[in-house]
């Protein structure tokens, strides 16, 4: 069965850091790109970061860089978002996806969502 489970949500005050991981089985995690994407209260689902497991390129929200920081570590089929310098806006369910491909090309499969909470 494919999976993914995210962890390490929370409250944090703005500012602020959060890291994000997102534990996958079930596939091949070395065949699939892999992202983030958020969804806060009363808006659209929106992408926040990506990257290719072909050669390992992120691609970032305009929101998000300078700010936050997506890895892999594919020993322990992890994908992780390091979230620095936290604002009141970052609020949102943060969830991870694995692509179709090894390109950013488009969320297929989805964790069940982790809530990032970040207070003025």
């Known amino acids: 069965e494919v999976q993914l489970v995210e962890s390490g949500g929370g409250s944090v005050q703005a500012g602020g850091s959060l890291r994000l991981s997102c534990a996958a089985s079930?596939?091949?995690?070395?065949?699939?790109?892999t992202g983030w994407f958020r969804q806060a209260p009363g808006k659209e689902r929106e992408g926040v970061s990506c990257i290719s497991s072909s050669d390992g390129r992120t691609y970032y929200a305009d929101s998000v860089k300078g700010r936050f920081t997506i890895s892999t570590d594919n020993a322990k089929n992890t994908v992780y978002l390091q979230m620095n310098s936290l604002k009141p806006e970052d609020t949102a369910v943060y969830y991870c996806?694995?692509?179709?491909?090894?390109?950013?090309?488009?969320?297929?499969?989805w964790g069940q969502g982790t809530l990032v909470t970040v207070s003025s």
């Open positions: 079930g596939f091949t995690f070395d065949d699939y790109a």
């Open positions: 996806a694995a692509h179709g491909s090894r390109y950013c090309s488009g969320p297929e499969v």
